[in-house]
Structure formats: structure tokens, C-alpha cells
């Protein structure tokens, strides 16, 4: 699965944006989902994923309740719904597939993820 990601940019804390993801490959329906972000000078962080049905969803304690992940597996896409914004989202986020087909584990590990899209920065501003 090729992956690349979309829809970063600049925002005032508070506001919102949506990052898409867009794959290639007719597998991507098997796949679980996930979003990882790393900020400047930190570490990849988890923040989010969602099981290949889109029926089950997984969030860091960072950003539940106002960051929701979801899929549209005919559109071969996974969004990443950002509210209520903080200076301390601003980082590049990466989307990414898990490296089984039809598995999902609450894993917040990016090494159990194997195929990356190249990230998209995303800057809230104070």
C-alpha cells in the first residue's frame, strides 16, 4: 500500500483542520489504519487508528475527544478530524498501514506499522 498524506496547514489554537490520506493499491480495505505524529525535536508519537471496517478506533489520551479518525474504503482514503487545535499538536503527521491484513491491536508501536505516506506538516499557532 502507497500512502500519501494531505490537508496540513497553518491554524489558530482552537480551530480545526482535516488531514486525508489517500492510498493506492486495491488492499487497502484490509488493512487497519493509523495516524502518528512527530514534532520538532520529539520523538513519533502514536495518535490514532482504526480497524480495516472502520468499526473500531483507538486514540491517544493527547488528542480523545478532539481528534476523530475514520475511513472511506471506496474512496481508499482515512481521515484524521482535528477540533479544538493546541500549539502542542503542531508537528508533521504521518499516515500509515499495519503490517497484517485483516488485524487490529490497540498498538500505539509505529513499528508494527510497515508501509508510511511522507507526512504533512500541521502548525498551530498560540
Known amino acids: 500500500v502507497q500512502l500519501q498524506a494531505s490537508g496540513g496547514g497553518l491554524v489558530q489554537a482552537g480551530g480545526s483542520l482535516r488531514l486525508s490520506c489517500a492510498a493506492s493499491?486495491?488492499?487497502?480495505?484490509?488493512?487497519?489504519m493509523g495516524w502518528f505524529r512527530q514534532a520538532p525535536g520529539k520523538d513519533r508519537e502514536f495518535v490514532a487508528s482504526v480497524s480495516w471496517t472502520g468499526g473500531t478506533t483507538y486514540y491517544a489520551d493527547s488528542v480523545k475527544g478532539r481528534f476523530t479518525i475514520s475511513r472511506d474504503n471506496a474512496k481508499n482514503t482515512v481521515y484524521l478530524q482535528m477540533n479544538s487545535l493546541k500549539p502542542e499538536d503542531t508537528a508533521v503527521y504521518y499516515c500509515?498501514?499495519?503490517?497484517?491484513?485483516?488485524?487490529?491491536?490497540?498498538?500505539?508501536?509505529?513499528?508494527?506499522?510497515?508501509?508510511w505516506g511522507q507526512g504533512t506538516l500541521v502548525t498551530v499557532s498560540s
Open positions: 493499491g486495491r488492499t487497502f480495505s484490509s488493512y487497519t
Open positions: 500509515a498501514a499495519y503490517s497484517m491484513q485483516y488485524y487490529f491491536e490497540s498498538s500505539t508501536r509505529g513499528t508494527d506499522f510497515s508501509s
